[in-house]
T-cell receptor, first 115, second 114 residues
Framework: AQSVTQLGSHVSVSEGALVLLRCNYS??????LFWYVQYPNQGLQLLLK??????LVKGINGFEAEFKKSETSFHLTKPSAHMSDAAEYFC?????????????FGKGTKLSVKP | ETGVTQSPTHLIKTRGQQVTLRCSSQ?????VSWYQQALGQGPQFIFQ???????GRGNFPPRFSGLQFPNYSSELNVNALELDDSALYLC?????????????FGPGTRLLVL
């Protein structure tokens, strides 16, 4: 069965510092991987996704993630944090079986950005 | 192009009652998925509808049921509400519901069961 582990439920960085949010997945088949962001009292917004091809994926708001099959990881990075990046971030993998399109989410990482 | 909308935004019910949540898909999308997000957790897949038929289901009991209408809007019904049903319910729409396809989420309905 597919699963997602996000290391660190809470990450705090200073404005301008590197953001690194970790995601590891388990999947018996080639995965499709996603990062979503959730601002307070809002739904989820897609940051980026990996399906096939280039393993370094660029998303919105300056975020990027690299698919590393050997490490079963899909960590999210941003070179320089901005106050507006404070939110909760969810890594997800496509589930297989039953539905072709359901997503399996990690528990999320709350990002705080200090001025 | 309108995004995914959900109603109501908030709802309070008591144990044993029934509730209906509604979702309008993004324009052009024909697949709707529903997720439950408990406080401090990631969303969990409830079920997906494609062309008005259930197209997969997560680990939720039968008292969670749904409908999709010809205009691709959808309802989530929950019978015999339990305290643990208190959560944010998210609806997501996509074009076909295939692996790797982007799902676009609505703002959610926050349900509180007392």
């Amino acid at each position: 069965a597919q699963s997602v582990t996000q290391l660190g439920s809470h990450v705090s960085v200073s404005e301008g510092a590197l953001v690194l949010l970790r995601c590891n997945y388990s999947s018996s088949v080639p995965p499709y991987l996603f990062w979503y962001v959730q601002y307070p009292n809002q739904g989820l917004q897609l940051l980026l996704k990996y399906t096939t091809g280039a393993t370094l994926v660029k998303g919105i708001n300056g975020f990027e993630a690299e698919f590393k099959k050997s490490e079963t990881s899909f960590h999210l990075t941003k070179p320089s944090a901005h106050m507006s990046d404070a939110a909760e971030y969810f890594c997800a993998v496509t589930g297989y079986g039953g539905s072709q399109g359901n997503l399996i989410f990690g528990k999320g990482t709350k990002l705080s950005v200090k001025p | 192009e309108t995004g995914v909308t959900q109603s109501p935004t908030h709802l309070i019910k008591t144990r044993g009652q029934q509730v209906t949540l509604r979702c309008s898909s993004q324009s052009g999308h024909n697949t709707v998925s529903w997720y439950q997000q408990a406080l401090g957790q990631g969303p969990q897949f409830i079920f997906q509808y494609y062309r008005e038929e259930e197209n997969g289901r997560g680990n939720f009991p039968p008292r969670f049921s749904g409908l999709q209408f010809p205009n691709y809007s959808s309802e989530l019904n929950v019978n015999a509400l339990e305290l643990d049903d208190s959560a944010l319910y998210l609806c997501a729409s996509s074009l076909v519901g295939q692996n790797g396809e982007t799902q676009y989420f609505g703002p959610g309905t926050r349900l509180l069961v007392l």
